[in-house]
């Protein structure tokens, strides 16, 4: 009865390191994603910003042109 007390709780101890490392690598995949997010977000913020930039350049070539 003992031995398998003592088993179960090993047995415990474990599940419990196997779901905390599972946790652990869920949130490092989570950081790494937001990380990836963030980074798309800062491109397209440039891309937005320099394509108003040219469309802003071309509005005023365009009405020195009319």
């Given at each position: 009865?003992?031995?398998s007390?003592?088993?179960?709780?090993?047995?415990?101890?474990?599940?419990a390191?196997?779901?905390?490392?599972?946790?652990?690598?869920?949130?490092?995949?989570?950081?790494i994603?937001?990380?990836?997010?963030?980074?798309?977000?800062?491109?397209?913020e440039?891309?937005?910003?320099?394509?108003?930039?040219?469309?802003?350049s071309?509005?005023?070539?365009?009405?020195e042109?009319?």
């Amino acid at each position: 009865m003992e031995a398998s007390i003592k088993s179960l709780l090993a047995e415990k101890e474990e599940l419990a390191m196997q779901l905390t490392n599972s946790l652990l690598e869920m949130e490092e995949e989570k950081a790494i994603q937001c990380a990836r997010e963030k980074a798309s977000i800062e491109a397209i913020e440039e891309k937005r910003k320099l394509y108003n930039s040219q469309i802003t350049s071309l509005s005023e070539k365009l009405s020195e042109e009319s």
